[in-house]
């Protein structure tokens, strides 16, 4: 497992063509993903180990990738805050009771991850087992900023102005916020490496939206203390989107890999972060819905700009859109793999 190509692009090491895993990969855009899932909520898929599993490695085995990612969800780890997470209907996940202030921080429930979510640290266990050495298995958290993010506006939103009046109007509050949520992430972290999981994505899906000045002051100090708590010695992707006008700082808040969206061109992106990281990214996912032909142009050209550099791993800027034809999928991962063959 430690020669995996996956893995050794994470150290920056030499491979004999560049690993390829997409985000949402096992997705509502799948077939085999809807089979199951029309006959069980999401929180019940997510609930069950073995039906986890069945999906994590259904996906890599239909597409052909480097890495599995396990079938989970960002917001898992913040249901037993007792905000009264649920996913509805087509509009995503909703909580109840989102969190507005102080007093809503400290209302909390406390609880142990690794109690509580046992299910998770089950499903890498099995997705492990079942991958029989042959791919590396991803374990996943939220970052503090994004799950914040989901607890305060209640729900997904665009300009999250609900969560940057609470970090403007009230920092101690905000503060204590990213410290409670650091100490379960890291925890759920390191309670999926004990588990087997060969590497982590730390998902700061929204930072984007927030100017450096306030990334330096809410959220950089935070991120460092989470990636401090991670056991050491398994490469942690460090993801975010729209933050090519601040990915040095991204850089500087941790991680082996810093992955990277379409919004930036990655041999000027790569060269900013530094060549001491390696990247993740960054074909924009709707290029997905276009002809094999112009998936093909384009991966390449993100293979052009990676230059044969070891440290590169292929992948979207963020994930796979619902109206993906998997076919096209399938034709990106062969064309990643044929056009960097070295
Ligand atoms: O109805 C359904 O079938 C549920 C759809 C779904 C799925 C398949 C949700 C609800 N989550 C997932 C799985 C999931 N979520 C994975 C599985 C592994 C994979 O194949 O990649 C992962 C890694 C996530 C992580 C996740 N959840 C993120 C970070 C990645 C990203 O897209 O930025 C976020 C923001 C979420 C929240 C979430 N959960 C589900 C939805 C639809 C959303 C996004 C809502 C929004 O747009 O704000």
């Not at 979510?117 to 499903?123: G, I, M, P, Q, T």
Request: some cysteine; proline content about 5%; overall charge neutral.
């Amino acid at each position: 497992m430690r020669n995996s190509t996956f893995l050794s692009a994470c150290r920056r090491e030499k491979t004999p063509y560049t690993p390829v895993w997409l985000m949402r990969q096992a997705g509502r855009y799948m077939e085999e993903y809807r089979k199951v899932r029309a006959r069980f909520a999401f929180l019940d898929l997510c609930r069950r180990p073995d039906l986890a599993c069945e999906i994590t490695v259904t996906a890599v085995e239909r597409l052909g990738v480097d890495a599995a990612i396990l079938f989970s969800d960002i917001l898992l780890l913040l249901e037993p805050l007792g905000r009264g997470l649920s996913y509805g209907g087509g509009d995503g996940p909703v909580f109840s009771r989102p969190v507005r202030g102080r007093a809503d921080v400290d209302a909390l429930r406390e609880f142990d991850p690794e109690e509580e979510l046992s299910f998770v640290y089950e499903a890498v266990r099995q997705s492990r087992a079942a991958l029989a050495g042959k791919l590396p298995l991803i374990g996943f958290a939220g970052a503090p900023f994004t799950l914040a993010s989901y607890l305060i506006e209640g729900r997904g939103s665009r300009p999250f102005v609900e969560t940057k009046r609470f970090l403007h109007a009230d920092g101690e509050a905000w503060h204590a916020l990213a410290a409670r949520l650091v100490d379960l992430v890291a925890r759920h972290i390191n309670a999926q490496i004990e588990a087997g999981a060969d590497a982590i994505q730390v998902f700061d899906s929204w930072v984007g939206c927030l100017a450096p000045e306030d990334y330096r002051a809410y959220v950089l100090p935070h991120m460092r203390e989470l990636f401090s708590r991670i056991q050491p010695g398994v490469p942690v992707i460090h993801f975010s989107t729209g933050t090519g006008g601040m990915i040095e700082l991204i850089r500087d808040a941790g991680g082996t890999v810093i992955g990277l969206d379409w919004r930036v061109d990655l041999d000027a992106a790569w060269r900013r972060c530094g060549y001491h990281v390696a990247v993740q990214g960054n074909l924009d996912p709707v290029v997905l819905l276009a002809s094999r032909a112009e998936i093909r142009r384009q991966a390449g050209e993100i293979l052009k700009r990676a230059a044969g550099r070891p440290g590169h791993v292929f992948n979207l800027g963020h994930g796979v859109l619902q109206q993906t034809p998997v076919e096209n999928v399938v034709a990106l991962v062969d064309s990643v793999h044929e056009l960097s063959s070295r």
